[in-house]
């Protein structure tokens, strides 16, 4: 029940303690807020509406934000986003290049064959939402768009929260999206395991990879006492794979430094880290760490609770998947954080529909009411279009007859000035 909610169906009550209420449960599902949460968000410069063909949508370009009229795919191709090309990781502003790095990218590219790599790795620890559903189209889109490949990896560093059934729902919902098909592509089952021949490595450099853990981690041994940690596991990764962009949100931007120092330390081939800004929704929640809250304490039944937009809430909904995708789309890639309005993606959603879902009538709250002077004898067969802005697609026919049933809520007998549905003594239609 939302503070608005609430003062309407309590006009009775003072409206502030009704806030001071609504505050104090809200901190007690959630916590108190982090310094994300205080974070000043700049305020949107209001923009001109303009033709559909001449919208434009933020880009990613040298780091700066640009403006394109084309799909997502095309703001990813080629050139499109400024991205350097495989093998030339040494051009990239801030990259830094050692004795070994030439020889060591020559290497990288005769292993990919110049082939463009992403990676989308997910932590197992919770549902998928429509913030990730951005990084799945970028990082996905990306490969696509450059005929080059996207490895979905689980981030498995941190076993204590994660559960079987994460696994199974990330992978579900990325096939859902229509990111990858049900049996095929390349689906990494862990970071953890690939790396722990490199922690003597890191002895030597006088670092600490490793976080000791009382649970057995997914996939590997149960006699496993310590699990690499997020720093570690992440560039390690990346070079192992040979990935060519690794793509992340903006908060992993003050990590980038110890990013390349440990692949150059440990001399192995280092990829390039590019980061772009997240995607939130105003008026419900995005986080994952909040979503458990709420899940934990019964606020919500689950993750799929559709009051929710997790991927599998969203579905649950009726939300078609290439929706979510025209969405992200329209949000494009952007370098500052897009705080959207939920409005958008319904639109989005609409569009789907109106293209894919033939038309349909239903009463949930009937009324009868008997028409007293039917213009004819019997029933009438009324032909309306299976979509109305493409009548080639079929037709279904509808009953006419004298007894009929309206939503009770278009009915009044008693109206208001400005009600323009039925009453008596005024007509409708």
């Not at 502030?16 to 310094?35: A, M, R, S, W, Y």
């Not at 003597?200 to 690499?228: E, F, H, K």
């Amino acid at each position: 029940l939302s503070a608005g909610e609430a003062r309407n169906r309590l006009r009775w009550a003072d409206g502030k303690t009704i806030k001071n209420e609504v505050d104090l449960q809200v901190l007690h599902l959630l916590g108190p807020k982090t310094e994300a949460d205080l974070e000043k968000k700049p305020k949107a410069a209001k923009a001109r509406t303009a033709p559909v063909e001449k919208q434009k949508a933020a880009v990613v370009e040298n780091g700066e934000e640009g403006m394109e009229t084309r799909s997502l795919l095309e703001q990813l191709r080629g050139e499109a986003l400024k991205f350097h090309k495989p093998g030339e990781n040494y051009k990239t502003e801030g990259y830094v290049v050692t004795s070994n790095t030439m020889a060591l990218l020559k290497q990288h590219l005769a292993i990919t064959g110049g082939q463009v790599r992403t990676r989308f790795p997910p932590e197992p620890n919770g549902i998928l939402h429509i913030g990730h559903a951005k990084a799945i189209n970028f990082n996905f889109g990306y490969a696509k768009a450059n005929s080059g490949v996207c490895f979905l990896r689980y981030d498995d560093t941190n076993p204590e929260k994660e559960e079987e059934k994460y696994f199974t729902a990330i992978r579900e919902m990325v096939e859902w999206l229509g990111m990858a098909r049900a049996g095929e592509g390349r689906i990494r089952p862990g970071a953890a395991g690939d790396i722990l021949a490199c922690m003597s490595c890191c002895q030597a450099l006088r670092v600490c990879p490793t976080r000791s853990v009382s649970l057995s981690p997914q996939d590997t041994s149960p006699t496993q006492c310590i699990y690499p940690t997020y720093d570690y596991t992440h560039c390690l990764c990346d070079s192992i794979e040979h990935i060519t962009h690794s793509l992340c949100t903006k908060e992993f931007q003050a990590r980038r430094s110890s990013y390349f120092w440990l692949c150059n330390a440990l001399d192995v081939y280092c990829p390039v880290q590019w980061e772009y800004g997240r995607l939130n929704l105003l008026y419900t929640v995005v986080s994952k760490r909040k979503i458990i809250r709420l899940v934990e304490t019964g606020a919500v039944r689950d993750w799929d609770d559709p009051r929710l937009f997790t991927l599998t809430a969203l579905r649950r909904r009726g939300f078609p998947p290439e929706a979510v995708n025209n969405f992200c789309a329209r949000v494009g890639v952007t370098v500052a954080q897009a705080t959207m309005e939920p409005h958008l993606l319904e639109a989005c959603a609409r569009e789907v529909l109106n293209e894919q879902a033939p038309r349909a009538m239903a009463v949930l709250e009937p009324l009868k009411v008997t028409i007293t002077n039917f213009p004819a004898p019997k029933a009438l067969e009324v032909l309306v279009p299976n979509f109305p802005a493409d009548e080639s697609r079929g037709f279904h026919k509808v009953p006419f007859q004298p007894t009929v049933y309206i939503e009770e809520t278009d009915f009044r007998e008693e109206v208001d000035k400005g009600y323009k549905r039925l009453a008596p003594g005024q007509p409708v239609g």
